[in-house]
């Protein structure tokens, strides 16, 4: 029968020859390295309070090389190949890890003094944080290497639970929000370790933001979706929600999703890093941090976001004004319409179809009787598109239906479109001219007088439609109105025959984009009229005809075609 083992000896270290725990090492370092951090967070923010006297400086710089010392070792023999090398001598390993925590307390203890000393009582919570912080360091180191704790770990324990109670502390949500209102910014400070939280909120608020802080992912989500924040410093290791999954959580929220997330966390490996930047990390900055990188790199991430902010900005003012634009538009485009002629009904009748390419057009058109001899019908096409061609349009067409032109006889087209020509030159009108065709039908003796100016012939139907000879195109020789000086404009006539139809039309009537952007010709407009069904087409049939030659659902330039039925 074998003999029961001993008791082990839990202050004795296993022997070289001994079966030693796994430890997960990018664990350890990350506890090892959390009271570090707070020792150097504590002995820069001594070093930068002015309060602190000079003769302090020498002492601190010790701590705080002792602290980086302290942090390179944890790298140098915590790392997976060197530490298996290593743990059979834990003794020594101990002492070399000692020894700057031991020149930590006792420059901290010293300083402690003479802060009494010279009654600077105000000082005294930092220092007694950077002592007890390394006090708790060493017990985390005993409990890590030199006892059975490193079960405890395995089974689900947290070793930062050792924590000296004096590191525990809940800062308000807010630190010294009126010293930020210069470099402005609005931060949130996320840590399950309290000390973390204060050390660098009182840093970030140092600095001139507002901080707010959060100890837990449940809590930083909870008050990421009650306010809004510009930048959220988030640490990756925490019980609960931790870090990936908080910063997942973030990104896939619609209205948190573009606030910027900074990384902090003392693991240190290159995966962490890249599975953070890849959830849509701004950046990653590892514990111990480098005050000023730090700095750096949040200014970096909140220019990123007023950059970005004024980008949303100046794109939501560009679509307000956009459809403001477009609501002014429109109810230009429902005054320009208003403008056009009621259908007539009679001995002349009338019926139009108005389609321009753009909400604002350049085509107008009118019909009205200047007498009861005299039946006026006119269309003019401003160059161009828009609002500019739209003034234009519009205000020929009410000196046309105002008959405001002076000293002229509206019943003589030649003499009308002279006097347009005169009034309405392009270099007084953003260069912008226009081409016009204006007829006078006398009903009497069944006679239309007409005159164009660059413009379009009119088409004359006689009452026998389906003729090819029956279409005659009416016209004459004349530049656009306002482009030329001492331009000529003279008159033509017609007799009517009863039931004939006179088609006034834009050059979108026959300008159509066919396959290969080929575009159609007054002849194939006017060889078209050979057959009886297009012959018979009233305005609208004109116009799905061209969209069905055309393809589309809109045709490039202003369809506007008005019939006069004579009876």
């Known amino acids: 029968m074998s003999q029961p083992a001993e008791p082990s000896d839990p202050q004795r270290p296993p022997g070289p020859n001994a079966s030693a725990p796994r430890l997960d090492l990018s664990k350890l370092r990350h506890d090892l390295r959390t009271p570090i951090n707070h020792v150097l967070g504590y002995c820069e923010m001594l070093q930068e309070d002015e309060r602190t006297p000079a003769s302090f400086q020498a002492d601190l710089r010790k701590i705080h090389t002792g602290g980086r010392q302290l942090l390179a070792l944890i790298t140098e023999y915590f790392d997976e190949e060197i530490f298996e090398a290593k743990r059979h001598d834990l003794h020594q390993l101990c002492h070399e890890l000692r020894t700057p925590v031991n020149h930590i307390i006792g420059y901290s203890e010293l300083l402690e003094e003479e802060a009494v000393a010279l009654g600077?009582?105000?000082?005294?919570?930092?220092?007694?944080?950077?002592?007890?912080?390394?006090?708790?360091?060493?017990?985390?180191?005993?409990?890590?290497?030199?006892?059975?704790?490193?079960?405890?770990?395995?089974?689900?324990?947290?070793?930062?639970?050792?924590?000296?109670?004096?590191?525990?502390?809940?800062?308000?949500?807010?630190?010294?929000?009126?010293?930020?209102?210069?470099?402005?910014?609005?931060?949130?400070?996320?840590?399950?370790?309290a000390a973390n939280r204060e050390m660098l909120a009182r840093r970030l608020a140092h600095d001139g933001w507002t901080v707010s802080v959060a100890g837990s992912g449940l809590e930083a989500l909870q008050a990421a979706r009650a306010r809004r924040f510009d930048l959220i410093l988030l640490d990756m290791v925490m019980p609960g929600l931790d870090g990936y999954q908080v910063l997942t959580k973030l990104?896939?929220?619609?209205?948190?999703?573009?606030?910027?997330?900074?990384?902090?966390?003392?693991?240190?490996?290159?995966?962490?890093?890249?599975?953070?930047?890849?959830?849509?990390?701004?950046?990653?900055?590892?514990?111990?941090?480098?005050?000023?990188?730090?700095?750096?790199?949040?200014?970096?991430?909140?220019?990123?976001?007023?950059?970005?902010?004024?980008?949303?900005?100046?794109?939501?003012?560009?679509?307000?004004?956009?459809?403001?634009?477009?609501?002014?538009?429109?109810?230009?485009?429902?005054?320009?319409?208003?403008?056009?002629?009621?259908?007539?009904?009679?001995?002349?009748?009338?019926?139009?179809?108005?389609?321009?390419?753009?909400?604002?057009?350049?085509?107008?058109?009118?019909y009205h009787w200047i007498d009861g001899d005299h039946f006026a019908v006119y269309l003019l096409d401003v160059c161009g598109h828009g609002v500019g061609a739209a003034l234009l349009s519009v205000s020929v067409l009410n000196t046309l239906r105002a008959q405001t032109l002076p000293e002229v006889d509206f019943r003589q087209p030649a003499a009308v479109l002279?006097?347009?020509?005169?009034?309405?030159?392009?270099?007084?009108?953003?260069?912008?001219?226009?081409?016009?065709?204006?007829?006078?039908?006398?009903?009497?003796?069944?006679?239309?007088?007409?005159?164009?100016?660059?413009?379009?012939?009119?088409?004359?139907?006689?009452?026998?439609?389906?003729?090819?000879?029956?279409?005659?195109?009416?016209?004459?020789?004349?530049?656009?109105?306002?482009c030329l000086d001492n331009a000529v404009y003279v008159s033509a006539t017609h007799p009517v025959e009863r039931g004939a139809r006179l088609l006034v039309l834009s050059d979108g009537v026959f300008e159509i984009f066919g396959e290969g952007d080929r575009v159609g010709t007054w002849e194939e407009f006017m060889a078209g009229f050979g057959s009886p069904d297009v012959a018979a087409l009233r305005p609208e049939g004109h116009w799905r005809r061209a969209l069905a030659k055309r393809g589309a659902e809109a045709l490039?330039?202003?369809?506007?075609?008005?019939?006069?039925?004579f009876d």
């Open 418 to 482: 002279t006097a347009l020509d005169r009034a309405f030159r392009m270099q007084q009108h953003n260069q912008l001219y226009f081409t016009a065709w204006y007829g006078v039908y006398r009903p009497g003796p069944r006679e239309l007088a007409y005159a164009s100016g660059g413009h379009p012939p009119a088409l004359l139907l006689a009452g026998a439609a389906g003729c090819p000879s029956a279409s005659l195109p009416l016209s004459t020789t004349a530049p656009a109105i306002g």
């Open 120 to 193: 600077r009582a105000q000082l005294l919570p930092d220092f007694k944080r950077i002592t007890e912080a390394a006090r708790t360091w060493l017990a985390l180191m005993e409990e890590y290497l030199i006892t059975p704790a490193a079960d405890a770990m395995r089974a689900g324990a947290s070793p930062t639970d050792l924590l000296a109670p004096g590191l525990g502390f809940t800062p308000p949500t807010a630190l010294h929000a009126g010293a930020s209102a210069q470099l402005g910014g609005h931060l949130l400070v996320v840590d399950d370790d």
């Open 251 to 366: 990104k896939s929220a619609p209205a948190l999703a573009e606030v910027p997330v900074v990384m902090i966390s003392a693991l240190d490996q290159e995966g962490s890093i890249a599975r953070c930047l890849e959830l849509g990390a701004e950046d990653y900055v590892a514990k111990p941090f480098n005050p000023i990188l730090l700095r750096a790199r949040i200014g970096a991430c909140l220019e990123k976001k007023r950059l970005r902010d004024r980008e949303r900005a100046i794109h939501e003012a560009l679509e307000r004004s956009e459809r403001h634009l477009a609501d002014e538009l429109a109810k230009a485009a429902d005054y320009v319409r208003s403008l056009l002629p009621a259908p007539l009904t009679g001995p002349v009748a009338t019926e139009w179809c108005f389609q321009p390419s753009e909400q604002l057009g350049g085509d107008a058109f009118g």
């Open 556 to 565: 490039e330039d202003d369809f506007s075609l008005v019939e006069v039925r």
